[in-house]
């Protein structure tokens, strides 16, 4: 090797330390490295930033506004509500979320169903105070596990089968990497639910997702007529298992029900009192129907509601709201926001929201105008105002728009091919229909795109670059597999699997499959080996990144969000790396003769 592949592989070497201490974030990291081998001249400045015009780093923009899209509107919640049905605990939910991830990613780009479902895991992991490090990575691997099954699961089948087209071979049919694909899947699977719990960590502590836990508010939500809930028990409603939230009474007209039973039938018009924590009752509201009852006008000023902000407020001792109870104190008219819960020291308040007589010290949950907090920072009435991020009303109204506009994203991105659509520019059109159709404002699209997760995958790309432009990729390749011959047909095979895997580890499982793949065709040519069955198994080691995050994006998706350091994808997916080593040389000799 030339000195530009030793400097490559020193440039690799240190990035990859300091990712797995954990010195500094993934994204600088890696940009420092894509950067120190721009300066050396090993790649060129448009190399280095051709991540950006890559167009998986642009379909995970795109998806990234299409999933708070579902978000604002609340389809999240219905798609997370068939995900995850009842789940309560992390092996309940894990149990259910293996098939639908598996399956989705068979027939929607895996990066797709990452980006849907992560903030459905998130939010789930926050109402039930489970660390979201437990599921995140497990998502990931399910959707490379279900990638595998299909040509258009993954990319790197389609650059495989392009490949190999070039090469003179027939191209990868839809379902034949199925005949391997889904044994693995299964085999993953298994392993994720048997084994994977044991070696996971629990990187963020699970009773932070729910903030301060002392902190009980007293919160009235009102049942309206379109509300599911009505004629419901209270446990068919699932209003006993909220975690953080306990069902204090129910007001009905005149009569109030206390303690309230799990067979309690609810009705419209029901005003149920929840006492709990913040962050569960801002979840109440994302259940159509079911509204703040100290809002009057909640339905009539939905536009105006859209722009509000939940927002925290302590009552001071000069406040003008003492010794005065809510309903009298006008909130609407002096401070443009609705009182919407109460929280009074350690005491559980009872009875309703607008006859609590304020004291000092109380704070006030509210929804109020974007410019609250700015205005009344320096009120005297208040202590301390702040701002509840990312809690707002949800519009239900859209919902069904954005239901309507996923399943055209599926449909284009199963079929959309065959008319010449390709998947970025597919979910560039749903996320811009997405805006259009007011699911999402245009400034909200911009604050959704996670800028830190698409630097660290563009900057990857130029690593991959540097390896291959310097010789260092091809150099190593080669010595991984030149000592498959002497071995034999099945060590030969397994040899070109494992160094697949290897290279993955370092750079982009694309660029691995496009490196490995010509050594593996000239060790086929060289032993008289079936050409086809080697084609094969670098699809299968390419499309399996496990072992690093910056081997595949739905590893780096969920990077971030789970608190992972990188020696978290080593402990977990070598393992796994090594049982589906195993499951291919057993079904792919079977199925695609290594004999010529």
Same mark, same amino acid.
């Given at each position: 090797?030339?000195?530009e592949?030793w ?41 280095a ?11 995970i ?11 604002e509107?609340g389809?999240?919640?219905v ?6 049905g009842?789940?309560?605990t ?7 979320l293996?098939?639908h ?20 895991l ?10 979201p490090?437990r599921?995140l990575?497990?998502l990931s691997f ?7 099954c299909?040509?258009?699961g ?9 490949t190999?087209e ?6 990868i049919s ?13 085999i ?16 963020m502590?699970a ?25 419901k ?16 009474e129910i ?7 206390s303690p309230?039973?799990?067979d ?8 149920l ?5 913040i ?5 109440l ?15 009539a ?8 902000r939940?927002?925290?407020?302590v009552?001071?001792h ?5 010794a005065?109870?809510?309903?009298d ?7 443009n ?8 020291g350690?005491e559980?308040?009872k ?8 004291r000092?010290?109380d ?9 609250f ?16 991020d990312?809690a ?5 109204d859209r ?12 449909i284009?991105?199963?079929?959309g091919g ?9 979910a ?5 229909l ?11 699209a ?8 698409? !630097?660290? *995958? #563009? +900057?990857?790309f130029? @690593?991959?670059?540097?390896l291959?432009?310097?010789?260092? %990729?091809? $150099?190593?390749?080669?010595?991984i597999?030149?000592a498959?011959g ?5 060590v ?6 494992i160094?697949t ?8 499982s ?6 490995i793949?010509?050594?593996? !065709?000239? *060790? #086929? +040519?060289?032993?008289g @080996? ?8 670098? %699809?299968? $080691?390419?499309?399996s ?5 910056i ?5 780096m ?10 020696g978290d994808?080593?402990?977990v997916g ?11 040389m057993?079904?792919?000799? #079977? ?6």
């Amino acid at each position: 090797m030339g000195w530009e592949a030793w400097f490559t592989v020193v440039v690799i070497v240190f990035v990859c330390g300091v990712l797995v201490r954990g010195i500094a974030p993934p994204d600088m990291t890696i940009w420092a490295g894509t950067i120190a081998v721009t300066l050396a001249g090993i790649i060129s400045p448009t190399q280095a930033l051709g991540g950006f015009a890559s167009e998986s780093v642009l379909t995970i923009a795109a998806l990234f506004v299409i999933a708070a899209g579902m978000r604002e509107t609340g389809a999240l919640d219905v798609i997370g509500s068939h995900v995850l049905g009842r789940a309560r605990t992390e092996r309940g939910a894990l149990l259910r979320l293996m098939p639908h991830a598996a399956a989705m990613s068979a027939f929607l780009a895996n990066t797709a169903v990452v980006a849907m479902l992560i903030p459905i895991l998130s939010d789930w992991c926050r109402r039930v105070r489970v660390s979201p490090s437990r599921l995140l990575m497990p998502l990931s691997f399910l959707s490379i596990l279900g990638g595998m099954c299909t040509l258009i699961g993954t990319t790197t089948n389609l650059i495989v089968s392009e490949t190999m087209e070039q090469a003179g071979l027939d191209g990868i049919s839809m379902f034949e990497l199925g005949r391997v694909g889904l044994p693995c899947a299964v085999i993953g699977a298994a392993y994720l639910f048997f084994i994977g719990p044991r070696l996971l960590p629990t990187r963020m502590d699970a009773g932070a997702a729910l903030g301060d836990p002392s902190r009980e508010y007293l919160v009235e939500m009102k049942l309206q007529p379109t509300c599911p809930l009505a004629g419901k028990s209270v446990h068919e409603a699932g209003l006993r298992r909220l975690p953080g939230l306990f069902l204090v009474e129910i007001v009905r007209g005149e009569q109030i029900i206390s303690p309230v039973g799990p067979d309690e039938i609810l009705q419209e018009g029901d005003q149920l009192a929840f006492a709990g924590a913040i962050q569960t009752i801002v979840d109440l509201e994302r259940i159509p129907g079911l509204t703040p009852a100290a809002d009057v006008e909640y339905e009539a000023s939905f536009a105006e509601r859209r722009n509000r902000r939940y927002c925290e407020a302590v009552v001071s001792h000069s406040s003008i709201l003492l010794a005065r109870n809510i309903r009298d104190a006008n909130f609407r008219a002096l401070y443009n926001a609705v009182v919407i819960a109460v929280h009074r020291g350690g005491e559980r308040l009872k009875g309703r929201i607008g006859d609590i007589v304020l004291r000092p010290g109380d704070t006030l949950l509210m929804q109020a105008g974007p410019h609250f907090v700015e205005a009344n920072q320096n009120n005297p009435d208040f202590y301390l105002v702040r701002r509840i991020d990312q809690a707002r009303p949800v519009r239900h109204d859209r919902t069904w728009i954005a239901m309507t506009l996923l399943a055209l994203l599926v449909i284009l991105m199963v079929f959309g091919g065959h008319a010449g659509i390709r998947p970025v520019i597919a979910a560039f059109l749903v996320a811009g229909l997405m805006m259009l159709s007011g699911c999402i404002s245009i400034a909200d699209a911009r604050r959704t795109v996670h800028l830190d997760v698409l !630097m660290t *995958i #563009a +900057a990857a790309f130029g @690593l991959g670059h540097a390896l291959d432009e310097s010789g260092a %990729a091809r $150099a190593i390749g080669e010595m991984i597999v030149a000592a498959a011959g002497q071995w034999g047909a099945l060590v030969s095979l397994a040899l070109v699997y494992i160094s697949t895997i290897v290279l993955s580890i370092f750079i982009t499982s694309k660029a691995a499959a496009v490196l490995i793949f010509p050594i593996a !065709m000239v *060790i #086929a +040519a060289q032993l008289g @080996l079936n050409p086809r069955a080697f084609a094969v198994t670098v %699809a299968s $080691a390419a499309a399996s990144s496990f072992a690093s995050p910056i081997s595949y994006q739905t590893n780096m998706m969920v990077f971030g969000p789970g608190g992972y350091k990188f020696g978290d994808f080593l402990r977990v997916g070598l393992p796994l790396h090594l049982l589906l080593l195993i499951v291919a040389m057993i079904v792919i000799p #079977a199925v695609w003769s290594i004999e010529t």
